[in-house]
């Protein structure tokens, strides 16, 4: 019998794991795109619900940190939740969650590129259906590098993703120091005559939570990186810090540079933070801001594609959800690629669909809306997860495994409330194509989480036990 290949084990080191993580987070692209989304909800308060998304996903990665110690298996919350109980209950509803917001998530990348372009250059919006040929470009070379293998996809991530928090606090520094007077405490307040409601931050938090998504998916690729037990939490620990010091003091900084009074605008603005840059850091700023954003789509790419194959493979392997045929592994770089082609052309398909709906900057927001409240979900289940796996192996710490982790649960879903309560308002208020649109996309999310993860469930609970008993096992010798 043929042995068939696995993933190569000690292939990257911290630093490459560090910015797997912070690749998927790619906080110049979240300044194009997800921070629009942000402003366009909670106004001058936007700093906060970055604040807020930071804190709570800092809460968040407590699980992945304290979960990596015990397992190394590249289906990092898969696994972890598949394999916290005997008979492997939570592994179905988790990998349906999981998958959808992959599946979902892919629009930050293929439709905000494109979005981010036409920003850039509004004439060629006059070309009918460009975006599309752009997001292809962009499918293509995720699909290709990641092809490749693991070390030369992550040190291009690790490299660009350095100079890339380095460009991003540099600048917001130096915009903040020049606005001089323009400063302001208003941004971190809650109420005022320029804040739109704690709802409103709440909901914004939603996108700023999806700022900071990936700091967790170095746990993917513990079943390849050096001492896995030991350096996939340094790894989370420092990209956490990173995406902060890249981020938080953008959003204020963006805040400030184009004028709290004047805040309304900047969400409807076609480039505003590249305004912002160019303003105050010159044209040279704004060359390097556009520079290092596309780059930091395709590093958000390859981060991601690297993630979503390894987890597949993960499940694929245990028979759950995918088919063994999902998780075969290239034997000259082995890398995942049925997984990686399959995830990438369904994304882009579904991308399309949508973008052609709505256009490729809104299909983005409609997508990623359905996103966070799945990552939101898929959290839940693993810090579940956290404390029942802790238990059954006698490893169980009240502060680590129990009120750690019920907190961040009780945290998020307190923002899937907000959330579904701002959409179901303005459903109802005002039905108009985009707010149905938002609308559709959470039900669907919940319907999908819900419904096919409950059946899904019951089906191997009936049919294949012994599957689900056996899924998540896998484990890495320390």
Not at 4 to 25: H, P
Not at 147 to 168: C, D, K, Q, W
Not at 462 to 468: A, E, G, R, T, V
Request: hydrophobic share 50%.
């Amino acid at each position: 019998m043929v042995k068939k290949a696995e993933l190569k084990k000690n292939s990257i080191g911290l630093f490459q794991g560090t910015f797997q993580s912070l690749g998927q987070v790619a906080p110049a692209a979240d300044i194009a795109i997800l921070l629009v989304a942000s402003f366009s909800i909670s106004g001058a308060q936007t700093v906060m619900s970055v604040i807020i998304g930071w804190v709570i996903y800092a809460l968040w990665m407590v699980t992945p940190y304290q979960l990596s110690k015990y397992k190394s298996n590249a289906g990092s919350y898969y696994a972890y939740a598949a394999g916290a109980t005997d008979k492997g209950g939570m592994g179905p509803v988790t990998a349906l969650s999981f998958m959808y917001y992959d599946i979902t998530g892919a629009a930050f990348g293929i439709l905000g590129l494109s979005s981010f372009i036409f920003l850039m250059a509004p004439a060629i919006t006059k070309i009918p259906y460009l975006w599309i040929l752009f997001g292809g470009l962009f499918t293509a070379f995720i699909i290709i590098i990641t092809y490749l293998g693991i070390r030369p996809s992550l040190n291009y991530t690790a490299i660009t993703g350095l100079l890339e928090v380095m460009f991003l606090l540099i600048g917001s520094i130096i915009i903040i120091v020049r606005v001089g007077s323009g400063n302001s405490i208003i941004p971190f307040e809650v109420t005022g005559k320029y804040s739109l409601g704690f709802g409103s931050i709440m909901f914004a938090s939603v996108f700023s939570i999806l700022d900071f998504t990936g700091s967790g998916v170095v746990t993917t690729v513990s079943e390849e990186i050096d001492k896995p037990k030991i350096n996939v939490g340094k790894s989370i620990l420092i990209a956490m810090v990173l995406t902060a010091v890249a981020l938080i003091p953008s959003a204020y900084a963006l805040t400030v540079g184009w004028g709290v009074s004047n805040i309304g605008s900047f969400a409807t603005h076609p480039d505003a933070g590249l305004t912002v840059f160019y303003r105050y850091l010159g044209p040279v700023g704004l060359v390097l801001l556009i520079i290092f954003t596309v780059n930091s789509y395709f590093s958000n790419g390859v981060s991601k594609a690297t993630a979503v194959s390894r987890w597949w493979y993960s499940a694929a392997r245990d028979g759950v959800v995918f088919p063994e045929k999902i998780g075969e592994i290239n034997k000259k770089h082995h890398s995942p690629a049925n997984a990686i082609i399959v995830w990438a052309i369904f994304s882009f398909v579904l991308d399309v669909i949508v973008g052609l709906i709505f256009g490729p900057l809104k299909a983005a927001f409609v997508l990623e809306a359905g996103t966070g409240i799945s990552i939101i979900i898929v959290h839940v289940l693993a810090n579940t997860s956290l404390t029942i796996y802790s238990r059954r192996i006698n490893e169980f710490s009240l502060l680590k495994h129990g009120l750690a982790p019920t907190l961040a649960t009780i945290v998020g879903l307190v923002v899937i409330y907000f959330s579904a309560s701002d959409i179901i308002k303005k459903w109802l208020a005002s039905p108009t194509g985009i707010n149905n649109a938002y609308f559709a996309s959470f039900i669907f999310t919940i319907l999908w989480i819900l419904v096919g993860g409950t059946a899904i469930t019951l089906y191997y609970w009936k049919k294949k036990p012994y599957i689900l008993k056996n899924a998540g096992e896998f484990d890495l010798p320390k």
